[in-house]
C-alpha cells in the first residue's frame, strides 16, 4: 500500500500515531457551534446569519469558513416560503350577506354555525386544506373536513360530517 501511494512505511506509521492538528481540532470545534447555530434557528440559518451568530458570541472565524463546514456536514437552510394571498376580492360572483354581523355569540344549541377554511403546510411543498364548522353556543367542533383542493365541496363536506 505504501508503494502505491508512494510514501515510505515509517511515514505512514508517523502519520497514523502523530496527534491531530490544532486547525483540525479548532474546525471540530466550531463545526459544533455552526450546528449549534443552525438547530437554533430551525434550518432557515444560511451562512450569513450563523456568521452573525459567531459575531455575537465573539468567535474569530471567516463566513467562507462557515460556508465550507455547512457544504462538508450537508446543511442547507431551508427557504421560507413567501406569502400569497388566495382572496380574490375583484370579482362579478354574487357575495352572500354577513349573516353574523361579528356577533359570535348563541342562545341555545344548533341556532348559529360558522365555518372557516385554513391551508396546512405538508412537508417542503405539499399542501392540504381543512375546513372546519363551530357551534357558537358550545364552540364545539360540528363538522370538519380535509382535502387536497380549496372549493365548495370542502365545506359541503364538513357541513355533511354533522350527524
Known sequence: MCRTFGVSPSGF??????????????????????????????????SPRIY?????????????????????DGLKARVRKRYKGTTMSD???????????QEFTAERPNQRWVGD???????????AYLAVVLDLFSRFVVGWAISAVNDRHLTIKALDTWP
Do not use: C
Open 52 to 72: 452573525d451568530d459567531f459575531v455575537e458570541w465573539q468567535e474569530p472565524i471567516s463566513r467562507k469558513r462557515i460556508i465550507r463546514f455547512m457544504q462538508e
Open 13 to 46: 506509521y508517523a502519520w497514523r500515531t502523530r496527534p491531530e492538528s490544532t486547525r483540525a481540532q479548532e474546525d471540530r470545534r466550531l463545526k459544533v457551534l455552526v450546528h449549534a447555530s443552525f438547530s437554533g434557528g430551525r434550518g432557515y440559518y444560511g
Open 91 to 101: 370579482h362579478d360572483q354574487p357575495v352572500a350577506d354577513n349573516l353574523p354581523r
Open 117 to 127: 377554511t385554513s391551508e396546512l403546510r405538508i412537508g417542503e411543498n405539499g399542501k
